[in-house]
T-cell receptor, first 112, second 116 residues
Framework: QKEVEQDPGPLSVPEGAIVSLNCTYS??????FMWYRQYSRKGPELLMY????GNKEDGRFTAQVDKSSKYISLFIRDSQPSDSATYLC????????????FGAGTRLFVKA | GAGVSQSPRYKVTKRGQDVALRCDPI?????LYWYRQALGQGPEFLTY????????KSGLPNDRFSAERPEGSISTLTIQRTEQRDSAMYRC??????????????FGSGTQLSVL
């Protein structure tokens, strides 16, 4: 069993739709939960991070963490064609140089 | 430059040859990571350093893979006796790793390794 599970998709939605992306994990030591966005032929870029459980909102993006269920989500409101990319969840047990484990990534296509 | 720099951008080699991949992290970044990313997959952890100390190498597939960061800055990932299954994008990332900042990784453009 992988430490982080993520449905690879692809996920295709019309412009303006609400998108829900999810990951599950098995390691209860994870405390930092990140979402990276990766455009084709580029390296991943950090989109959002959340510490422990709870919600975090940044513009059209909301990240949720439920540690009791070992489940994290990223919601994208009013999705735009420019949001088309691969979204990678990532997790770390701590800051200060602890390794970050990535999910497989979900490919998202937003159609105009 | 301001970002993480990796070289070469592309490397084509014959099976059995050794290759060395270089990563120059963002100046001042404490942590340096190596990941391998297959097409359509997420980055797979290989190893990471804090300064010059290799903290975790549990992701290295076998003893043909090794990495070093002798002066706590530039790092080299070496693959000996390459095999076709080693073909992948190898990505380096660095981070400040400060207590006030979660593990925000800055990735380089990667080295695409092809073993013929």
């Amino acid at each position: 069993q992988k430490e982080v599970e993520q449905d690879p998709g692809p996920l295709s939605v019309p412009e303006g739709a609400i998108v829900s992306l999810n990951c599950t994990y098995s390691n209860s030591a994870f405390q930092y939960f990140m979402w990276y966005r990766q455009y084709s032929r580029k390296g991943p870029e950090l989109l959002m991070y959340t510490y422990s459980s709870g919600n975090k909102e940044d513009g059209r993006f909301t990240a949720q963490v439920d540690k009791s269920s070992k489940y994290i989500s990223l919601f994208i409101r009013d999705s735009q064609p420019s949001d088309s990319a691969t979204y990678l969840c990532a997790m770390s047990a701590n800051t200060g140089g602890f390794k970050t484990i990535f999910g497989a990534g979900t490919r998202l296509f937003v159609k105009a | 430059g301001a970002g993480v720099s990796q070289s070469p951008r592309y490397k084509v080699t014959k099976r059995g040859q050794d290759v060395a991949l270089r990563c120059d992290p963002i100046s001042g970044h404490v942590s340096l990571y190596w990941y391998r990313q297959a097409l359509g997959q997420g980055p797979e952890f290989l190893t990471y350093f804090n300064y010059e100390a290799q903290q975790d190498k549990s992701g290295l597939p076998n003893d043909r893979f090794s990495a070093e960061r002798p002066e706590g800055s530039i790092s080299t990932l070496t693959i000996q006796r390459t095999e076709q299954r080693d073909s992948a994008m190898y990505r380096c990332a660095s981070s400040l790793a400060s207590p006030d900042s979660p593990e925000k990784l800055f990735f380089g453009s990667g080295t695409q390794l092809s073993v013929l």
